[in-house]
């Protein structure tokens, strides 16, 4: 039995715990099964932003039209691109490697449980003072053993010239949008009316309008069956349509992004108290501790904020509260996301339905962002900021902004939602004249009118 001051399942984001723990004289113990850096740094968030900046930019040619600019694409070069990502993504694990000091020893493997404190990697025991699972999720299994997930389209390796695309989420819709700004045959089957069905129902609503202008996207459609012919090289998909029509096309190459799952099932979790949700992600309580004493797990394992920017901030707060003794829990007043897309959104807090389903007083406001002159320059009718506020005491209940840099502009509010959460602070502020972000005030003003009104 090997004894360790920290054992960290996982190699994802809480690699920097591992690290920071071994600065500090700790002795840790790092099991990965794949490539340090997890599912963002490897098959995610980042790799897919990198393919995400070759399409803005082969958009804005695509576009430019609208600027009164005659311009055209001759060639783009996708295996070079591919190639580029890929050179990244290679990198990942071994720029990982150099973080960590010689009081981190890296087990190459699966980890499993064999009792509460005991893990079991490339049969060798390991035991400690704390151990902290972070082993993130895992996409739901394709239909096809030859079809794609996010999880192993990357690094890709053969270019495809078609790709047929299934889902409705986050996911499908910012790959969707990659492969077919870069030239390539795209088409994605979503089984509803509805694309990004988190959002608030006005985003949606838009951003099905401008989505499906440059994207193919065959709606209330199942796969019923796929096959692969080998000598063709490519998928043979048998359609269904809502009115039971059935018809076939053919791809070269097939992704599912239908959701993820927890990873907890290869955990061998039944050898120790630790207790699972409905859904099979691991329990905890607001010190991300488990059911078991000392053993905690942050991140996508939890199945409860299963967002990159989430699990930093989760094991950021852990580090302090192992071992600088910071004996708050971690209380997120608000959780943001984005869809890095065209056209981008970004959101945080409440929808109107959500409110209206919660019975939650509220007042809606919706603006476009032509009063400034650096979104008129874009030539884009549809960027529009959406605030939902409490009407007693100018509180903002959620904030949604669908147009370019939505991403960016946004954190101008988180930062106000963060201090006192009072929408007049955005009417009060000074702005820089005439910066994109410039388009808060007037949705600002146009909020806390609607709310006077109440």
């Given at each position: 039995m090997q004894k360790f001051d920290l054992i960290v399942l996982?190699?994802?984001?809480?690699?920097?715990l591992a690290r920071n723990a071994a600065k500090e004289g700790k002795k840790v113990a790092l099991i990965e099964k794949s490539s340090?850096?997890?599912?963002?740094?490897?098959?995610?968030?980042v790799p897919s932003k990198l393919l995400i900046g070759y399409?803005?930019?082969a958009r804005a040619i695509q576009e430019a039209k609208r600027h009164f600019i005659d311009a055209g694409i001759e060639d783009i070069d996708v295996a070079k691109i591919f190639e580029t990502t890929n050179e990244y993504i290679a990198g990942v694990d071994e720029e990982y490697q150099e973080m960590f000091n010689e009081n981190v020893t890296l087990f190459r493997g699966e980890g499993r449980f064999q009792s509460n404190k005991v893990i079991e990697v490339n049969e060798q025991e390991l035991t400690a003072q704390h151990i902290v699972i972070a082993t993130g999720s895992r996409p739901m299994q394709a239909p096809h053993e030859k079809a794609y997930t996010s999880d192993d389209i990357f690094p890709l390796k053969k270019i495809p010239k078609s790709i047929a695309i299934v889902g409705?989420?986050?996911?499908a819709v910012e790959l969707s949008n990659f492969f077919a700004a870069v030239g390539i045959k795209t088409k994605l089957f979503v089984r509803?009316?509805?694309?990004?069905?988190?959002?608030?129902?006005?985003?949606q609503t838009i951003f099905k309008q401008e989505f499906t202008k440059n994207v193919d996207v065959a709606f209330n459609t199942t796969i019923e069956d796929v096959t692969y012919d080998s000598k063709k090289q490519h998928f043979h998909l048998n359609i269904k349509?809502?009115?039971?029509?059935?018809?076939t096309q053919n791809y070269e190459a097939l992704l599912y992004a239908i959701g993820r799952k927890s990873n907890a099932d290869l955990l061998c979790l039944e050898n120790t108290d630790i207790k699972l949700d409905d859904k099979g992600f691991i329990k905890r309580d607001a010190f991300f501790q488990t059911s078991v004493q000392d053993v905690f797990v942050v991140g996508d394992a939890s199945g409860e904020y299963m967002l990159q920017h989430a699990a930093a901030h989760e094991v950021n707060h852990l580090e302090k509260y192992l071992y600088e003794n910071?004996?708050?829990?971690?209380?997120?007043k608000y959780m943001p996301h984005a869809v890095f897309c065209e056209p981008e959104i970004a959101s945080v807090g409440l929808t109107q339905e959500a409110c209206e389903e919660q019975n939650i007083p509220f007042v809606a406001s919706s603006t476009n962002w032509l009063a400034s002159a650096k979104a008129q320059a874009m030539k884009l009718e549809y960027p529009l900021t959406k605030f939902l506020i409490n009407p007693e005491n100018f509180e903002i209940l959620g904030c949604h902004l669908i147009g370019p840099q939505s991403s960016t502009i946004i954190h101008q509010v988180l930062s106000v939602m963060h201090i006192d959460n009072d929408i007049r602070h955005l009417k009060e502020m000074l702005y820089i004249h005439p910066a994109l972000s410039e388009a808060l005030l007037p949705a600002a003003i146009d909020a806390i009118k609607e709310v006077r009104k109440y």
């Open positions: 996982g190699g994802g984001r809480a690699s920097y340090l850096g997890g599912t963002c740094a490897n098959r995610g968030c399409a803005d930019v409705s989420g986050f996911v509803s009316e509805h694309l990004v069905g988190n959002e608030d129902k006005e985003i349509t809502k009115d039971e029509d059935i018809y910071k004996q708050e829990p971690l209380v997120f």
